[in-house]
T-cell receptor
Framework: DAGVIQSPRHEVTEMGQEVTLRCKPI?????LFWYRQTMMRGLELLIY????????DSGMPEDRFSAKMPNASFSTLKIQPSEPRDSAVYFC??????????????FGAGTRLSVL | SQQGEEDPQALSIQEGENATMNCSYK?????LQWYRQNSGRGLVHLIL?????REKHSGRLRVTLDTSKKSSSLLITASRAADTASYFC???????????FGQGTRLTINP
């Protein structure tokens, strides 16, 4: 398996623009997680899905952030409008919710977002 | 919010020495995991220890868990330059799918 695939790897945009981050989880995994990592706040869970349904979005900073999972193999995280304080590395991770490997998360390489 | 607190925040040792990192957490857990993150990369799972286990080994890694003290330690023996990375503990509560990550320990192995 190719692992969790995120795109783009790097994104530079101007304040006010819409940003869409994409994630393809590992085939067969039914849980998907979006994280944000900054030096100041460390690794923060933004939202997670189980079987394509959002379970916990309490980490989403504000209404400018939204996430969707239209099917088991694709998820998006959208920021609209973007602000400089959104600059961070955004990670997607996936896991299975059953068996011995339950709870073990596999991370993508991340998207480094810079909002100017 | 971060549940785990890791100690130390940064550790620098000579190649060949052992490295020990500690993690404390606040709630009852189903399991505790350790992850490694190399600079510019995603986190990689290293080892999982369940709440009914006290010690686990994987290669040069040794993890202990003390649920009465709500703490865990990760020992890396015979360190190598390639072990330079940040190490995170993460806890899963009973029945929960999500993990709560600590702030991480930045480990530097000097040649």
């Amino acid at each position: 398996d190719a692992g969790v695939i995120q795109s783009p790897r790097h994104e530079v945009t101007e304040m006010g623009q819409e940003v869409t981050l994409r994630c393809k989880p590992i085939s067969g995994h039914n849980s998907l997680f979006w994280y944000r990592q900054t030096m100041m706040r460390g690794l923060e869970l933004l939202i997670y899905f189980n079987n394509n349904v959002p379970i916990d979005d309490s980490g989403m900073p504000e209404d400018r952030f939204s996430a969707k999972m239209p099917n088991a193999s694709f998820s998006t995280l959208k920021i609209q409008p973007s602000e400089p304080r959104d600059s961070a590395v955004y990670f997607c991770a996936s896991s299975t919710s059953s068996g011995y490997a339950k709870n073990i998360q596999y991370f993508g390489a991340g998207t480094r977002l810079s909002v100017l | 919010s971060q549940q785990g607190e890791e100690d130390p925040q940064a550790l620098s040792i000579q190649e060949g020495e052992n490295a020990t990192m500690n993690c404390s957490y606040k709630t009852s857990i189903n399991n505790l995991q350790w992850y490694r993150q190399n600079s510019g990369r995603g986190l990689v799972h290293l080892i999982l220890i369940r709440s009914n286990e006290r010690e686990k080994h994987s290669g040069r890694l040794r993890v202990t868990l003390d649920t009465s003290k709500k703490s865990s330690s990760l020992l890396i023996t015979a360190s190598r330059a390639a072990d330079t990375a940040s190490y995170f503990c993460a806890t899963a509560e009973e029945g929960a799918q999500k993990l709560v990550f600590g702030q991480g320990t930045r480990l530097t192995i000097n040649p």
